[in-house]
C-alpha cells in the first residue's frame, strides 16, 4: 500500500505561483512512476506531468510554467508559475506500481483573474 498527502493548494491571483508538495509513505519501494494529475469543475481529470521510467512527460498546456522535483525518496514538489485562470482545478498526487495506482485526497488551486 502507498499513502500519498498533498499540500500547498490555494488561491492565487493570474500570474502568480504556488508550489504543491505531496508526502509519499507505505511502500514507497514499489513505486514505478510519480506525478501529478488536475480535475477541473466539470471536466474528466487530465495529466499535468509525470516522472516514469527515469523520463518527465509534461502536458502542453504547463510546459515552461510547471516544474515537477523529487528531493528524496518519499517527497515530490510542483513549482507552479505564471498562474492561468484555467490553471484552477483540483490538484491530485499520483504514484503508480506494478499492481495499482495511488491518489491523494486532492489540494484546490484557485487561480482569480
Known amino acids: 500500500q502507498v499513502q500519498l498527502v498533498e499540500s500547498g493548494g490555494g488561491l492565487v491571483q493570474a500570474g502568480g505561483s504556488l508550489r504543491l508538495s505531496c508526502a509519499a509513505s507505505?511502500?514507497?519501494?514499489?513505486?514505478?512512476?510519480m506525478g501529478w494529475y488536475r480535475q477541473a469543475p466539470g471536466k474528466q481529470r487530465e495529466l499535468v506531468v509525470i516522472?516514469?521510467?527515469?523520463?518527465t512527460n509534461y502536458a502542453d498546456f504547463v510546459k515552461g510554467r510547471f516544474t515537477i522535483s523529487r528531493d528524496n525518496a518519499n517527497m515530490m514538489y510542483l513549482q507552479m508559475n505564471s498562474l492561468k485562470p484555467e490553471d484552477t482545478a483540483v490538484y491530485y498526487c499520483?504514484?503508480?506500481?506494478?499492481?495499482?495506482?495511488?491518489w491523494g485526497q486532492g489540494t484546490q488551486v484557485t487561480v482569480s483573474s
Open positions: 516522472i516514469s521510467g527515469g523520463s
Open positions: 507505505g511502500s514507497i519501494k514499489s513505486i514505478n512512476a
Open positions: 499520483h504514484a503508480r506500481t506494478v499492481l495499482r495506482p495511488y
